[in-house]
T-cell receptor, first 112, second 107 residues
């Protein structure tokens, strides 16, 4: 299995809703990442998990809450989002430093 | 983190033409990748190339690490090559992306 699987592919949520994005990989990778991509912009790093521990948080607002239940799973919990949070959310994994990243196909999030 | 600059920002090609995309990066790297993003948002890894030269079909890439640049070559372009090409680099866990090159191949 050489894929990173993200669910759901599309999500529409209200500003008072709570939802979660899910990311799964079975390649034995020990690092997992969340990126946010706005239209016509490059992806921007949000969080890095290394060996199931949060190692980097790029000053992301607390309405985004990551969770790594085990080495194969990465969740992003969403609460009280704003319309400007609408974007493509990409998950990636890598074996560790100095290795290539594999990206999932993303979740396209719309906040209404 | 690493600063990544890509050029040109936009490229329009006639089908069958060859082209070169450039990526400059600000520091030594242990990871440099070229990605193609399709219209649905999927980032497809083309090359993992922190140094050296690789080829995959009509695509090839060269990274000169000592001079901090990488080149992606597209030969005999096809309409399916259209999309955004990103270069991304890191020397730790923060993979940073360039602004991308938008390639349009016309039939």
């Amino acid at each position: 299995d050489t894929e990173v699987t993200q669910t759901p592919k599309h999500l529409v949520m209200g500003m008072t809703n709570k939802k979660s994005l899910k990311c799964e990989q079975h390649m034995g990778h020990r690092a997992m990442y969340w990126y946010k991509q706005k239209a016509k912009k490059p992806p921007e790093l949000m969080f890095v998990y290394s060996y199931e521990k949060l190692s980097i948080n790029e000053s992301v607002p607390s309405r985004f809450s990551p969770e790594c239940p085990n080495s194969s799973l990465l969740n992003l919990h969403l609460h009280a989002l704003q319309p400007e949070d609408s974007a493509l959310y990409l998950c990636a994994s890598s074996p560790g430093q100095g290795h290539g990243y594999t990206f999932g196909s993303g979740t396209r999030l719309t906040v209404v | 983190g690493i600063q990544v600059e890509q050029s040109p920002p936009d490229l329009i090609l006639q089908e069958g033409a060859n082209s070169t995309l450039r990526c400059n990066f600000s520091d030594s790297v242990n990871n440099l990748q070229w990605f193609h993003q399709n219209p649905w948002g999927q980032l497809i890894n083309l090359f993992y190339i922190p140094s050296g030269t690789k080829q995959n079909g009509r695509l090839s890439a060269t990274t000169v690490a000592t001079e901090r640049y990488s080149l992606l070559y597209i030969s005999s372009s096809q309409t399916t090559d259209s999309g955004v090409y990103f270069c991304a680099a890191t020397n730790d866990y923060k993979l940073s992306f360039g602004a991308g090159t938008t390639v349009t191949v016309r039939a």
